[in-house]
């Protein structure tokens, strides 16, 4: 059979191969699936892709698969590992935090001010794929940024370094890595924090999923699968992220939620509402994401259990202990029908907590003027549409529901989003890849989305 598209997402649990055809006309259509688990722990990837394949040709009843294009997403081994350093956590590190989870990574360490020994210690020991470099606003402070430069170039990691900080010192930072000869791993954007209260972020998002396609994750057997990807490897979640703002376009404010089985990703694609912005203290990003390392629903399910409670879980499915243990014991990666009562729970606890993370929040405190309210992180009030993608949240039977008890869900002083916010399920689970596809054939990946939430203008 011949295929216009496959999109292979790699994921942390599972890997799906999607197969799209008719991309070039004004009737692109999804064709079909292949899943399986992914492969990493097998020592290669690849093992896990043609297993996909294999489940692919068995859907679509063929023997034989010839495409065109073949394009991927990757959130194995880690995904896009990264650390970043600024001047003020809560102005330059904050910023350069925002960039690299837009772009898709896992920020695996953050600091603020110039980097001692043990900071440098640690950068070594974390195995990263990129370091990002702020602090300062533009013709501020310049020595943190600088000193920082000098401090990771000497280290001499052979791995991406960007810097984003204060643009005084782009030659001086220049001139750092060419003496330590890391010049070709040096790339330089736009100060993520050019002036107070004002974020950058965009062009740093660009350029961190740039360099992500350029030196690709390090899972066993990613270095074969981009010698035959016709086009570039984004992380997954940087993919969804792109989706969401594709989305944005045509819906106006947008979230997506996306509950795996290593984490439970945001993406909000809004601007604030004209009540909340009087009381915003800080800015915040119009594309924000955030990602939820202990909420997961394979690799992280003892987490949530816990955080739940196994008395609670006994008491909402009506059973005893013993069967709740055997449950947990023998829990697969894709549920079997005995475990989706169990699963849906704990993605509903994700969900919840996931979107109250997210959200900002309104406080009040006490000044020489008396009480003041003020609202601080992202608001959610003015969002128009949730989707829902990944495993869970498409496949589960009570998908929908979860999503309107959540919204149903009071908390005063949350910024989540309102009760009659509109949901759209991401049915055929297309998601990621279409933000993959659109890089290059936007107006099919438009189409392909509008599908599969069953929009229609």
């Not at 004004?26 to 489940?55: E, K, Y």
């Not at 912005?277 to 939820?292: D, F, H, M, Q, S």
């Amino acid at each position: 059979m011949k295929i216009d598209v496959i999109i292979a997402e790699i994921g942390s649990t599972t890997t799906i191969l999607n197969a799209f055809n008719n991309i070039g006309s004004n009737h692109p259509a999804f064709i079909g699936q292949g899943v399986a688990d992914t492969t990493v722990l097998a020592g290669d990837v690849n093992i896990g892709i043609n297993n996909a394949l294999l489940d692919l040709k068995t859907n679509l009843n063929v023997k034989t698969i010839e495409y065109d294009e073949l394009f991927a997403s990757s959130s194995a081994a880690g995904g896009l590992k990264m650390s970043v350093h600024g001047l003020v956590y809560d102005m330059t590190v904050k910023a350069a935090k925002e960039a690299a989870l837009g772009a898709g990574a896992n920020i695996i360490y953050l600091t603020g001010g110039k980097l001692n020994k043990f900071d440098l210690e640690k950068i070594k020991q974390k195995n990263l794929n990129i370091i990002m470099i702020a602090g300062g606003v533009d013709y501020g402070e310049k020595e943190t940024a600088r000193e920082n430069a000098y401090n990771i170039a000497a280290m001499k990691l052979n791995i991406p370094i960007i810097y984003s900080g204060n643009i005084v010192n782009h030659d001086a930072v220049k001139t750092i890595f060419k003496d330590f000869n890391q010049e070709k791993y040096l790339y330089i954007t736009s100060n993520v924090y050019p002036r107070i209260d004002v974020l950058n972020v965009d062009e740093a998002r660009c350029i961190i999923q740039k360099v992500f396609e350029e030196h690709i994750t390090k899972a066993p057997g990613m270095e074969r699968i981009r010698s035959f990807v016709n086009g570039p490897i984004m992380p997954t979640p940087g993919a969804v992220m792109e989706a969401t703002i594709l989305l944005s376009e045509i819906l106006g404010n947008t979230l997506t939620v996306d509950i795996g089985g290593a984490t439970t990703d945001i993406h909000s694609v809004a601007d604030d509402s004209a009540e909340i912005a009087k009381y915003l203290i800080n800015p915040e990003p119009k594309c924000k994401r955030t990602v939820e390392g202990d909420l997961g629903l394979y690799i992280n399910k003892d987490n949530v259990i816990k955080s739940i409670g196994k008395e609670n879980l006994i008491k909402k499915l009506n059973i005893d202990i013993n069967t709740l243990d055997d449950l947990i014991a023998v829990y697969p990666s894709i549920p079997s029908p005995k475990h989706i009562p169990l699963t849906e729970e704990l993605t509903s606890y994700c969900l919840d907590t996931a979107i109250l993370r997210h959200a900002g929040r309104i406080t009040e405190v006490f000044s020489s003027h008396g009480k003041t309210k003020m609202a601080i992180g992202k608001d959610l009030t003015n969002i128009d549409y949730i989707i829902a993608t990944g495993g869970a949240l498409t496949k589960l039977p009570n998908r929908f529901k979860m999503i309107q008890d959540m919204l149903a869900r009071i908390d005063v002083n949350s910024l989540k989003p309102k009760q009659s916010t509109k949901i759209l399920i991401d049915n055929n689970y297309i998601m990621a890849s279409l933000g993959v596809l659109s890089k290059k054939h936007k107006e099919a990946a438009i189409m392909l989305l509008k599908n599969s939430l069953a929009y229609e203008v």
